[in-house]
């Protein structure tokens, strides 16, 4: 019997799988702790396995990726071009740097062993013999517990040449980001990883599994998806499937951040859990006092929903249902569906007690932060955005500042080389959406002409007003 630290037990509700191991009492980030629990036997059994079943296996699984897209991890691997004569490698995405993400990395400092037995078991399915993983800097224990464990499981032979008797070769190597946002992104991490400015490149013709690092076909998963692909192995991808929902399966990692009694990280299977379940059984409801007002499903670049929207959903028959915000099933499709999305599973609950000018203030100094700024509307647009929301958040705006907000938003969304642009416009186009009369409520029309600075002051003596 499995035992977890005091106050770390988990949930009626929850699957552990990729969790098994986290908060144990009996557990630790060791080899030797990993073998004994049946560490690398599934990489045994893929090294006997053909390449391409294994791949096969994937797709059967109907995995989808855990890093915020959701597409289908076995079909990603199979863009590698087939008359491919390149290199291909291998990158495993640690950047996680979405805001109400923290999951990833709990299994880069307790169960790393798990994260490496998945890369491997990926690179010999890909053709990778050299791979990377991608850690940012504000992650400097779980580099070095990383580090540590490649270096054990080349000592056991599960990493490095030859491995296991099977002519497999396999070089892992850790590589420390700078704790920029946009290393999320595939090929902005790629460029960083060859030690340039991280700017994301255009796809087309830059898509990383035919032109990627080095302009050689290149894998990206995130931590969370190449774990899966262990467990996947172990039980076989028809099984496997049989987790969730159809489209939707496995299990994946929600975490819940802002205004619950508990929050927390939580392994479930995908798409058996609906907002209120999640919300009010697992996270035990809103403190004391309060109510919710509105759920940020995906990470901070997910649009946001209000907890007493109704949505009008299409059926797989065409014909169309009412789904209330608290009946929405947590997974890809239904989340897609009511016009927001699951992302990287950071679920940012909030309550009543929050202006919702504070929450777009606070979304819009991170994204104006962290453009990178490559494309125009971007660059200019999110610090634009900022400063019409610190106008806000401090009284000085007026009605039409929403109108010239919303209007910046749209002029960024479809508009730059990667999806930042749509991270930082998203939450924007959707706040404004539904909470328009509560964001104007904080505004005067008669903060229309005043100036916003000492330049626009002393610029208003040319100003003819009527």
Not at 114 to 138: K, N
């Amino acid at each position: 019997m499995i035992t977890y630290l005091p106050g770390k037990q988990p949930h009626a509700r929850e699957y552990r799988m990729i969790f098994q191991n986290i908060d144990r009492v009996d557990y630790d980030p060791s080899i030797d702790c990993y073998l004994k629990n049946g560490g690398y036997e599934q990489l045994k059994k893929a090294l006997k396995m053909a390449p391409k079943d294994i791949t096969e296996e994937v797709k059967k699984s109907g995995l989808r990726g855990r890093g915020g897209a959701g597409f289908p991890t076995g079909m990603k691997w199979t863009f590698i071009p087939p008359n491919n004569t390149k290199p291909v490698y291998l990158i495993c995405n640690g950047d996680e740097s979405e805001p109400g993400t923290f999951k990833d990395r709990y299994i880069l400092h307790q169960d790393p062993h798990q994260l490496v037995e998945g890369m491997a078991i990926a690179a010999f399915a890909v053709g990778a013999h050299t791979a990377y993983i991608y850690i940012r800097e504000e992650f400097p224990a779980a580099a070095e517990i990383v580090e540590k464990a490649i270096a054990e499981a080349r000592a056991k032979n599960f990493v490095g040449p030859n491995i296991l008797g099977s002519g497999f070769d396999l070089e892992i190597y850790v590589h420390r980001g700078a704790g920029a946002y946009i290393c999320g992104e595939e090929t902005g991490l790629i460029e960083s990883l060859e030690g340039k400015r991280p700017y994301p490149r255009i796809k087309p013709p830059y898509f990383p599994a035919a032109l990627g690092l080095y302009m050689c076909p290149t894998i990206v998963n995130n931590v969370e998806s190449l774990c899966h692909v262990k467990h996947i192995i172990e039980r076989g991808g028809d099984e496997y499937a049989k987790l969730g929902v159809a489209r939707n399966t496995g299990t994946r990692i929600l975490c819940v951040s802002g205004d619950v009694k508990n929050p927390g990280y939580f392994e479930v299977e995908v798409g058996k859990l609906t907002m209120r379940e999640l919300l009010y059984d697992i996270c035990g409801g809103p403190k004391d006092g309060r109510s919710f007002k509105a759920v940020i499903p995906g990470g901070s670049s997910s649009k946001i929903l209000r907890c007493d929207e109704t949505y009008k959903i299409k059926n797989p028959d065409g014909t169309t249902r009412d789904l209330g915000f608290w009946d929405i099933p947590m997974d890809f499709d239904s989340l897609a569906a009511c016009g927001s999305m699951a992302g990287s599973g950071g679920v940012i609950v909030i309550d009543d007690s929050r202006k919702i000018s504070w929450v777009l203030n606070n979304l819009n100094s991170f994204y104006a932060h962290e453009s990178c700024g490559q494309c125009t509307p971007c660059r200019e647009g999110s610090m634009w955005m900022k400063k019409i929301s610190d106008r806000i958040v401090s009284g000085d705006a007026s009605p039409k500042d929403i109108e010239t907000l919303e209007s910046v938003a749209y002029q960024i969304d479809g508009r730059t080389i990667c999806a930042f642009g749509e991270a930082s416009s998203w939450p924007v186009e959707a706040i404004i959406a539904k909470f328009r009369e509560e964001l104007v409520a904080e505004t005067d029309p008669a903060n229309e002409h005043k100036a916003h600075n000492p330049e626009a002051e002393a610029q208003q003596r040319f100003l003819v007003t009527k």
